[in-house]
Every structure is written in structure tokens, then in C-alpha cells.
């Protein structure tokens, strides 16, 4: 480990679940990369909110590999090394295959790929190169891996892949002691769900769930932080469901 608290690096930490993940973390004494895509003001007052001190906020667009790398290693060189890895940064974008051109269907599955799977691959093939033994890899992931997609098909493919991706790194890096998880939210308050969650759809969307309600940020922060955890080894390869019984699976 680290000195001075675990060094934690949190994708898409500029609003919504990374923001809250970030918070969670530095509030039990570790120190965080605040990773954003394109909204570093945000990002930084998201900084200026932790407890703590050694935190650092760094850009880098997922679809490129090379701003990929650059910001691992810059967040490895401030933090001394990554212990924690939340792949939590992704994209919903309507694409219904009935309502979207041929064109709008290769571009709604590139790019929701590129971020949400491909850029979550990068982000981990780069950080391994600074993670050692005890190190966490969180991925969240959907309730959409298991219970489909119907406006958003990529979506829902790319957090079943990063599923899988995560269970097969699970496998690979057990023998370094590296444990890797994910969450699978429902539908959560932040900026990505805010118009499901408006009007008649967010009534309907609440009702899902036996208790009448979606999750908060904090709720899936708290889920990634146990994943997390030294005492968490042995959740290795599990998916962590956070989605108030509104779809249940074996
Ligand atoms: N909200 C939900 O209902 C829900 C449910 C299940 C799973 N999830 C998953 O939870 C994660 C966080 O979701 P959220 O609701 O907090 O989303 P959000 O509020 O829309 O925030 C998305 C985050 O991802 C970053 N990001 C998006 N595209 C990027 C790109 N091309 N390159 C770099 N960074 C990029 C954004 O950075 P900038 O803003 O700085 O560009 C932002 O920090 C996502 O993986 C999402 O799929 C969400």
C-alpha cells in the first residue's frame, strides 16, 4: 500500500456516482485521483468538497488511449502508485434500432463501446502497471447487463462486457492478489438518469422497485467502498446488485 492512505483512482469522478465514490473514499482517509472527461471546473470543485488532503483531479477523453495513459501516470506519480481502481466513468445514449439510421447505429455502438468497455480496458491495462499486491479493481456495471436494454442495445452490451472483462481479470490477477468486482445500480439520481427520472417515466421507473424509489450516489459510493475494502478479497469476481429488488436474478 501507499503511504499516507490508499492512493484511489475514480473515472468520471467530476459528477453523479464518481463524484459521491470519490467523496466515500476520502472520507475514510485515502487519497484520490479525481479523473473527469471534459468538465474540469466540476472536477475540481468535487476536490475542493474532500476531507483530506493529496488528492488530485486529471482529464483524459476514455476513446483515446493515449490521454489514457498519460492520466494514469500522472495520477500514479502525485498518488505514489494506485492501490484502488473505479472504473465508473460511461455513456447513455439512445439508439434504438427502429428509430436510428445506419449511420446513428455505428456511431451510438463505437462510441458507447469506446468509453464504457474499451476505455475501462485502457484505463486497467494502465493502471496495472502501477497497482501491487492488495490492489481493487471496482467496475460499475447495470442492472441493463442483465435485464436488457430495449432504447439503449450498446449500452446494455457494454456493461455485460464489462462484466465479463472484469471476471476474467478477476481470474488472471488473483495470483497477484488483486481482487476485481463490480456494482450493477439500477436506475441512479445523477445527470445520466435525470430525464428516466422526470414526469411519467421517473414515477414508473421508482415503481420498479418494492420500495418506491431509486438509489442515490451515496448508496452505490457506499457499495463501491465495501467492494473495495481489505476485507473484500474474497468478493472477487461478484457482482454487488444495487438496485432495490426491482430486477431479480439468479
Ligand atoms: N445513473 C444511473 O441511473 C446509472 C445506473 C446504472 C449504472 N450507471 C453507471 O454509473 C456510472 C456513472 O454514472 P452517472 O450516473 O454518475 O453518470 P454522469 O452523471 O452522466 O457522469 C458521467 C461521468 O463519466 C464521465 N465521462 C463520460 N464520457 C466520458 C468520456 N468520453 N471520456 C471521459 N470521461 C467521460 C463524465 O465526465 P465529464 O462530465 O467530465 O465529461 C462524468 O464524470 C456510469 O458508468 C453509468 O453507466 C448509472
Given at each position: 500500500m501507499s503511504p499516507g492512505g490508499r492512493a484511489v483512482l475514480v473515472t468520471?469522478?467530476?459528477?453523479?456516482i464518481g463524484a459521491a465514490v470519490a467523496r466515500a473514499f476520502a472520507a475514510s482517509g485515502e487519497r484520490v485521483g479525481l479523473h473527469y472527461g471534459s468538465r474540469r471546473e466540476a472536477a475540481m470543485q468535487v476536490l475542493a468538497t474532500l476531507?483530506?488532503?493529496g488528492h488530485i483531479v486529471a482529464g483524459a477523453e476514455l476513446t483515446d488511449p493515449e490521454a489514457i495513459r498519460s492520466m494514469v501516470d500522472e495520477v500514479a506519480g502525485a498518488l505514489g502508485g494506485i492501490d484502488v481502481l473505479v472504473n465508473n466513468a460511461g455513456v447513455f445514449e439512445p439508439h434504438a434500432a427502429a428509430e436510428t439510421t445506419y449511420e446513428e447505429w455505428q456511431q451510438a455502438w463505437q462510441h458507447t463501446l469506446g468509453v464504457n468497455l474499451i476505455g475501462a480496458a485502457n484505463v486497467t491495462w494502465c493502471v496495472l502497471r502501477h497497482m501491487g499486491a492488495g490492489g481493487r479493481i471496482v467496475n460499475v456495471s447495470s442492472r441493463g447487463a442483465f435485464?436488457?436494454?430495449?432504447?439503449?442495445p450498446a449500452y446494455g452490451a457494454s456493461k455485460a462486457g464489462l462484466i465479463a472483462f472484469g471476471q476474467s481479470l478477476a481470474r488472471a490477477l488473483g495470483e497477484r492478489r488483486i481482487a476485481v468486482t463490480a456494482v450493477a445500480p439500477g436506475f441512479v439520481e445523477t445527470d445520466m438518469a435525470a430525464e428516466e427520472l422526470t414526469g411519467e417515466s421517473g414515477r414508473r421507473r421508482r415503481g420498479e422497485s418494492p420500495l418506491g424509489r431509486v438509489a442515490t450516489p451515496e448508496e452505490v459510493a457506499a457499495a463501491v467502498h465495501y467492494l473495495a475494502?481489505?476485507?473484500?478479497?474474497?468478493?472477487?469476481?461478484a457482482v454487488l446488485d444495487v438496485n432495490g429488488a426491482s430486477y431479480l436474478r439468479l
Open positions: 468520471g469522478a467530476s459528477r453523479g476531507p483530506g488532503a435485464r436488457g436494454e430495449p432504447n439503449h475494502s481489505p476485507e473484500a478479497e474474497l468478493a472477487s469476481g
